[in-house]
């Protein structure tokens, strides 16, 4: 049987296998600094192929954060030894992309004064450890305070309890409404419903930390009748129960007599979600961008729900004001 003969990689089998796996092709004039690219490459950056492009043109649709950094990064790599990578952020329009530019330094088979390489969208790779990152520490944030809710319902338990039994029934009730809270934090893919009420989502999150029951303790909620998707449902119940933690650890859920109010109201195509704490310590706000939980609820609130999240922070307790478009309830 006669072996199969290797393929003949000419031109066009080549340009087959370049175009198949999404590459970029650029060469760049280092005395001229013009750059040149193919049509893949052109159409990454969304400048016309018609022009003569620099580097500094191409430096323009650079993230602002990664501009300086890819500019000293480019012109030292004449003087890197081998082979060269370095990822970083473009603009293209509201979106931001994610590039990885390849080549080899040391002017390494550069030709009439010109050095090649490659460009690659790593934007998928980029976002997938981005989340990774954000998992990892969301994780060891919620461990953290699951161990320090634990211990805060454990006192609230043992003020309304009059015998060692009906703690231990009270705790394991509050602990098991936990855990049903946490499921909705964190859904097993499959078992959350499509269309869960925002009020029955609000009566399971802050039911463990109430004496008498989310709606007739000293946790009152005020929402109207509204249907929620999944997305939404998991994006609050995030957000929820991050401000829960942070009242139970320092707010007005950390006494006795603290009071918490949540309300919702529809006006045209906004949904406002209003967390006001009082009767809870004295409140000094935080350093801006301080703490991992802040950061996550800044997060999900823009990200998933497209909205925006306000502060106030008056002496007798924390005021946090959720606002974001009404169709992404739905969601």
């Given at each position: 049987?006669?072996?199969?003969?290797?393929?003949?990689?000419?031109?066009?089998?080549?340009?087959?296998?370049?175009?198949?796996a999404?590459?970029?092709?650029?060469?760049?004039?280092?005395?001229?600094?013009?750059?040149?690219?193919?049509?893949?490459?052109?159409?990454?950056?969304?400048?016309?192929?018609?022009?003569?492009?620099?580097?500094?043109?191409?430096?323009?649709?650079?993230?602002?954060?990664?501009?300086?950094?890819?500019?000293?990064?480019?012109?030292?790599?004449?003087?890197?030894?081998?082979?060269?990578?370095?990822?970083?952020?473009?603009?293209?329009?509201?979106?931001?992309?994610?590039?990885?530019?390849?080549?080899?330094?040391?002017?390494?088979?550069?030709?009439?004064?010109?050095?090649?390489?490659?460009?690659?969208?790593?934007?998928?790779?980029?976002?997938?450890?981005?989340?990774?990152?954000?998992?990892?520490?969301e994780?060891?944030?919620?461990?953290?305070?699951?161990?320090?809710?634990?211990?805060?319902?454990?006192?609230?338990?043992?003020?309304?309890?009059?015998?060692?039994?009906?703690?231990?029934?009270?705790?394991i009730?509050?602990?098991?409404?936990?855990?049903?809270?946490?499921?909705?934090?964190?859904?097993?893919?499959?078992?959350?419903?499509?269309?869960?009420?925002?009020?029955?989502?609000?009566s399971?999150?802050?039911?463990?930390?109430?004496?008498?029951?989310?709606?007739?303790?000293?946790?009152?909620?005020?929402?109207p009748?509204?249907?929620?998707?999944?997305?939404?449902?998991?994006?609050?119940?995030?957000?929820?129960?991050?401000?829960?933690?942070?009242?139970?650890?320092?707010?007005?859920?950390?006494?006795?007599?603290?009071?918490?109010?949540?309300?919702?109201?529809?006006?045209q195509?906004?949904?406002?979600?209003?967390w006001?704490?009082?009767?809870?310590?004295?409140?000094?706000?935080?350093?801006?961008?301080?703490?991992?939980?802040?950061?996550?609820?800044?997060?999900?609130?823009?990200?998933?729900?497209?909205?925006?999240?306000?502060?106030?922070?008056?002496?007798?307790?924390?005021?946090?004001?959720?606002?974001?478009?009404?169709?992404?309830?739905?969601?």
């Open positions: 049987m006669a072996e199969p003969s290797a393929p003949v990689w000419d031109e066009r089998r080549l340009r087959l296998g370049v175009t198949a999404g590459v970029a092709l650029w060469s760049w004039n280092v005395d001229s600094d013009a750059l040149t690219m193919d049509d893949v490459g052109y159409e990454l950056w969304t400048v016309p192929n018609d022009v003569i492009v620099t580097f500094e043109d191409l430096s323009a649709h650079i993230h602002p954060a990664d501009r300086d950094r890819v500019r000293v990064a480019f012109n030292a790599t004449r003087g890197i030894v081998g082979p060269y990578e370095i990822d970083f952020r473009i603009l293209v329009g509201d979106d931001v992309r994610w590039i990885s530019a390849r080549g080899r330094g040391d002017d390494e088979d550069i030709e009439g004064r010109v050095m090649y390489g490659v460009f690659l969208d790593v934007t998928g790779r980029k976002q997938a450890e981005e989340a990774n990152e954000l998992l990892a520490g994780m060891s944030h919620r461990v953290k305070n699951l161990i320090t809710i634990a211990g805060a319902l454990t006192s609230m338990t043992s003020r309304s309890a009059e015998t060692k039994e009906d703690m231990a029934r009270e705790l009730q509050r602990l098991s409404a936990l855990g049903r809270a946490h499921d909705l934090v964190r859904p097993v893919p499959g078992q959350t419903d499509e269309a869960t009420l925002l009020g029955d989502l609000l399971v999150l802050l039911n463990p930390y109430d004496d008498l029951g989310a709606f007739s303790g000293r946790i009152r909620v005020a929402v009748r509204v249907g929620i998707g999944e997305g939404a449902a998991t994006a609050l119940a995030l957000v929820i129960h991050e401000l829960a933690t942070n009242a139970v650890k320092y707010g007005a859920l950390s006494v006795a007599a603290g009071l918490l109010d949540v309300s919702c109201k529809i006006v195509d906004e949904a406002v979600i209003v006001t704490e009082r009767g809870g310590p004295a409140v000094n706000a935080p350093n801006p961008g301080s703490g991992f939980g802040g950061r996550l609820l800044d997060r999900v609130v823009e990200r998933q729900l497209r909205g925006s999240v306000e502060y106030q922070w008056p002496v007798e307790g924390m005021i946090a004001t959720l606002t974001f478009k009404a169709d992404r309830l739905a969601s």
